[in-house]
């Protein structure tokens, strides 16, 4: 487990009045960060340790999607390994998978559980967990075919464990509300219920499409915070941003403030520009109490970061909800 490592920072540039604010030197993590890679993006990160450690979304040059894991002092430079994860059996045998990713990692109790997509006769949601980021056991995936965006609470709601997740199609999904789904032991998932839909155009167009979780819930005094991607269908295409929700704590299911304007939208060069472009995905966020640094994907290519302080957040969420 961390000893709490101080989360990566920097101060929001001078003259911003933006709620959140981009790091200056992204991209944190280039695409050709390992020898194989096409891409780097999607991925989780987790204090751990002294520092932090991750698992990654690493598209080889024959565009295999597949997880690796990673280990950083400071959370903005990273050893990434060259070679993907290999699962061992957790609670089932089967082990069977077609492709992997868009990852998330959160530590319940005591070891570090991994969501991700996992390709089994079209996408899922699949599950491992790891105590050392070295050996991972591999579970039962959670949930039929088509899903998306699993992501799991950090601790469990009524004795049981939680997750979000986005039912999908086997394509590019065009559509997709978020739900969430209770489990007793992280193998047998039921009790799903629906969390947000996408919202009606135009009231707030850049999530009128389809929306899914992105980072792993932050407990807070108002609620769960969750950053979410939103996506509107636009004449070229789909476009991916950033927003927030603050979710009931005893009752997730339930939507206290959800933003109407976005926290983070494709500008930058690295988000606008890329495998695919205009694209802002949230996978994991670090915080303190008081900061918070959020890791996101960027036109499907590369990693980048975001800053904002979690009173800022939470207030701008409230007076700023649909």
């Known amino acids: 487990m961390s000893t709490n490592p101080m989360i990566p920072w920097e101060d929001r540039p001078a003259g911003s009045t933006d709620v959140m604010w981009r790091y200056s030197q992204n991209p944190v993590i280039g695409r050709y960060q390992i020898p194989t890679s096409n891409s780097i993006f999607n991925s989780a990160v987790v204090p751990f340790g002294d520092g932090f450690a991750g698992v990654f979304r690493c598209d080889n040059k024959a565009v295999q999607m597949n997880i690796f894991a990673g280990f950083s002092k400071d959370g903005i430079n990273w050893d990434i390994n060259h070679e993907p994860i290999v699962f061992q059996a957790g609670n089932t045998d089967m082990i069977e998978s077609d492709y992997k990713y868009d990852p998330r990692v959160t530590f319940i109790e005591d070891r570090y559980w991994v969501t991700w997509c996992n390709g089994y006769h079209g996408p899922t949601i699949g599950i491992a967990y790891t105590f050392d980021f070295k050996e991972f056991f591999q579970c039962e995936n959670a949930f039929l075919p088509f899903n998306r965006n699993g992501v799991l609470f950090p601790e469990k709601i009524d004795g049981k464990y939680a997750m979000l997740s986005r039912p999908s199609d086997n394509g590019h999904t065009p559509f997709g509300d978020i739900?969430?789904?209770?489990?007793?032991?992280?193998?047998?998932?039921?009790?799903?219920?629906?969390?947000?839909?996408?919202?009606?155009?135009?009231?707030?167009?850049?999530?009128?499409?389809?929306?899914?979780?992105?980072?792993?819930?932050?407990?807070?005094?108002?609620?769960?915070?969750?950053?979410?991607?939103?996506?509107?269908?636009?004449?070229?295409?789909?476009?991916?941003?950033?927003?927030?929700?603050?979710?009931?704590?005893?009752?997730?299911?339930?939507?206290?403030?959800?933003?109407?304007?976005?926290?983070?939208?494709?500008?930058?060069?690295?988000?606008?520009?890329?495998?695919?472009?205009?694209?802002?995905?949230?996978?994991?966020?670090?915080?303190?109490?008081?900061?918070?640094?959020?890791?996101?994907?960027?036109?499907?290519?590369?990693?980048?970061?975001?800053?904002?302080?979690?009173?800022?957040?939470?207030?701008?969420?409230?007076?700023?909800?649909?």
Request: aromatic fraction near 14%.
């Open 179 to 322: 739900y969430i789904s209770y489990s007793p032991d992280m193998k047998y998932w039921g009790e799903h219920r629906c969390v947000m839909k996408v919202t009606p155009f135009p009231e707030s167009a850049w999530q009128c499409t389809k929306i899914g979780a992105g980072s792993v819930p932050i407990k807070t005094k108002d609620g769960w915070l969750e950053f979410y991607h939103g996506v509107i269908n636009t004449c070229n295409g789909f476009r991916y941003s950033m927003g927030a929700a603050l979710l009931d704590l005893e009752d997730p299911s339930k939507v206290l403030y959800r933003t109407q304007p976005y926290l983070l939208a494709p500008a930058a060069p690295y988000e606008l520009v890329g495998d695919v472009p205009n694209v802002v995905f949230p996978c994991a966020a670090l915080c303190d109490g008081e900061k918070v640094a959020v890791y996101y994907g960027a036109a499907d290519t590369v990693v980048g970061m975001a800053f904002g302080h979690l009173q800022e957040i939470i207030d701008f969420i409230k007076n700023n909800s649909i």
